[in-house]
């Protein structure tokens, strides 16, 4: 285990030469991809979306492809199509930008519902289905969408699907002024992701996602995991609550977090520490609730401190 958080920390600190000031959101990022989960990053442009990505990808060493989503792309660009060859007489299939490792889902709700959800089956299943034929996306596959507020213009609310199959979802914000100083000087001259080299590979992400899941959780944290789920389906602010895809990423998160600290095991801190990331994006206000500014984070906090924390013996 301890050399697998070796390379877990080498990888944060090689994606903190492009990305300063950031640690906990690289760290969500880490876990997501040791999870073997998908990232939705909202923030406003401009805060590092892009880069985040493209160093993680530099970091593992990974094939990396960047889907820029417009009005107009179809489906097809993305999963792939199939094209007749007239010298063979048969179909052949031309892939899409999706038969990559990493993908980057640049500003994904800049785009129709109907190209939104030609992802669903890659970021569920691991593989794309054209003309009836499936094909298998290469290991580990990880979707990092960015996507801007969606109040701003020319943005498209993604639908409860397809949210649900992201693992976490994070933010960036503004960098402190400290922070923002250091960026200016040490993106003057080039930019550290041109120079950036890989500290891992593909294989040893694949094999400490088999090590994540045999960290321990006591039967005591799967019931305390449901009723954290089941209070937000019953809370007075929420239409719709966790759904049970929700509660299982929790406890996976909650694995990944303990594993990253350098235990086999869970603690309710896990659990705790995973909710707001894994959960928040899952859960749908009210509008009065939304009108009182009240957030799906807020109402996770009160559930967290309402719910009895189970004793782990």
Known sequence: MQDSVKILKSILYNVEKVIVGKRHAIELVIIALI???HVLIEDVPGVGKTSLVSALAKSINASFSRIQFTPDILPSDISGFSVYNQKTGEFEFRPGAIMSQLILADEINRTSPKTQSSLLEAMEEKQVTVDGITYKLPRPFMV???QNPVEYLGTYPLPEAQLDRFFLKITLGYPRSNDESFILKRFLLESPLDTLEPVADSQD?????????????DSSLYDYIVEIASETRKHSDIVLGASPRGSLYLLRAAQGWAFYNGRDYVIPDDIKRMAAPVLAHRIILKQEASLKKTTSEDILESIMYETDVPVVS
């Open 35 to 37: 999870c073997d989960g």
């Open 205 to 217: 992400i694949l094999d400490i996602q088999k090590e994540v899941r045999k960290v321990h959780v």
């Open 144 to 146: 990092l969408a960015t």
